[in-house]
């Protein structure tokens, strides 16, 4: 199914791998315990939260998704390689550097921001990994 060049499966694919990608990333295994210290909450204050932090997390995704593979049909058609050098320049362009200096102003730290920022840099980088593989 496409959409304007879009391939939509792919988008919400890339959407849903996002979500399980902040799963595993912010789980305990990996980065729940530091994550957690570092922005000054309990387990249980996060998963107090109202679950449409999900729903606007997944419609992010969709649009993340979505506009990575409007511009890899933009910049001569989607690959791997193409799929995972956008991620990492887009990531490195907007993602980094935007969360970077708020993160500064904010006072929240070096380690939340890796953190942070590292699940962003992966997620994109899967999102372009199935993008450039798929459409």
Do not use: D
């Not at 496409?2 to 499966?9: A, H, K, R, T």
């Not at 998963?47 to 890899?72: C, G, H, Q």
């Not at 939340?112 to 798929?134: F, Q, R």
């Amino acid at each position: 199914m496409e959409f304007g060049n879009i391939n939509v499966l792919a988008v919400l694919v890339s959407a849903v791998a996002s979500m399980l990608v902040g799963f595993v990333w912010f789980s305990k295994p990996l980065f729940e315990g530091a994550w957690l210290a570092g922005i000054g909450k309990t387990r249980e204050q996060v998963a107090a939260a109202p679950p449409t932090r999900f729903v606007i997390a997944f419609i992010a995704a969709v649009l993340e998704a979505y506009i990575l593979a409007a511009l890899l049909n933009i910049t001569g058609g989607p690959s791997l390689p193409t799929g995972v050098l956008m991620a990492v320049v887009l990531w490195a362009s907007f993602v980094a550097t935007t969360t970077a200096a708020s993160y500064a102003f904010a006072g929240r730290g070096l380690r939340v921001w890796m953190i942070e920022s590292g699940n962003h840099l992966v997620t994109l980088l899967v999102m372009g990994a199935i993008l450039g593989l798929w459409t």
